[in-house]
T-cell receptor, first 115, second 111 residues
Framework: DTGVSQDPRHKITKRGQNVTFRCDPISEHNRLYWYRQTLGQGPEFLTYFQNEAQLEKSRLLSDRFSAERPKGSFSTLEIQRTEQGDSAMYLC?????????????FGQGTRLTVV | AQSVTQLGSHVSVSEGALVLLRCNYSSSVPPYLFWYVQYPNQGLQLLLKYTTGATLVKGINGFEAEFKKSETSFHLTKPSAHMSDAAEYFCASYNFNKFYFGSGTKLNVKP
């Protein structure tokens, strides 16, 4: 298993364009998380899935953001009508929900720059 | 509300000196606690975690942390800093199915 992979690693887009990021979790992990990280800050929770079900979305998440995890495998995060404030590192993590075995494995992130 | 506070956004130590990075959590229920390290333009790598059992936990690269419930703390230490330890470190808690992160501490190691 190669761990959590994210694609693309970097994305530069013009304001107003739509972007989509992909995350492939560790195959046996049932939970998948999306976080956003801006410069000098810790990762901020956006949303998470258990299998294919999206169980929680942050109240900070605007309706321009949508995430899916069809068939409970890979996930996509789409941002519509991007704004400069969306510029950040978008991190995906996967985990198993097994009590003391719980831990998040992170991908290398997608860095979004909105110009 | 769950939160994690890291005291000191920047810490500088000399190579070979003790590393101490501070983390306090607030939670009505003792959470699981983690320390992650992040190198520039990379994701987060797990250093160590506390879930249950022994309160002193050892991680990779010589790091360890002690869970102190009475102080709601989970400070990260390493007896002797190495140049390769220079990175950003994040304390995190897991509660109610989510991971909550502190704002991070950048560790600088001087030769």
């Amino acid at each position: 298993d190669t761990g959590v992979s994210q694609d693309p690693r970097h994305k530069i887009t013009k304001r107003g364009q739509n972007v989509t990021f992909r995350c492939d979790p560790i195959s046996e992990h049932n939970r998948l998380y999306w976080y956003r990280q801006t410069l000098g800050q810790g990762p901020e929770f956006l949303t998470y899935f258990q299998n294919e079900a999206q169980l929680e979305k942050s109240r900070l998440l605007s309706d321009r953001f949508s995430a899916e995890r069809p068939k409970g495998s890979f996930s996509t995060l789409e941002i519509q009508r991007t704004e400069q404030g969306d510029s950040a590192m978008y991190l995906c993590a996967s985990s198993v929900s097994q009590g003391a075995n719980t831990e998040a494995f992170f991908g290398q992130g997608t860095r979004l720059t909105v110009v | 509300a769950q939160s994690v506070t890291q005291l000191g956004s920047h810490v500088s130590v000399s190579e070979g000196a003790l590393v101490l990075l501070r983390c306090n959590y607030s939670s009505s229920v003792p959470p699981y606690l983690f320390w992650y390290v992040q190198y520039p333009n990379q994701g987060l790598q797990l250093l160590l975690k506390y879930t249950t059992g022994a309160t002193l936990v050892k991680g990779i690269n010589g790091f360890e942390a002690e869970f102190k419930k009475s102080e709601t703390s989970f400070h990260l230490t390493k007896p002797s800093a190495h140049m390769s330890d220079a990175a950003e470190y994040f304390c995190a808690s897991y509660n109610f199915n989510k991971f909550y992160f502190g704002s991070g501490t950048k560790l600088n190691v001087k030769p």
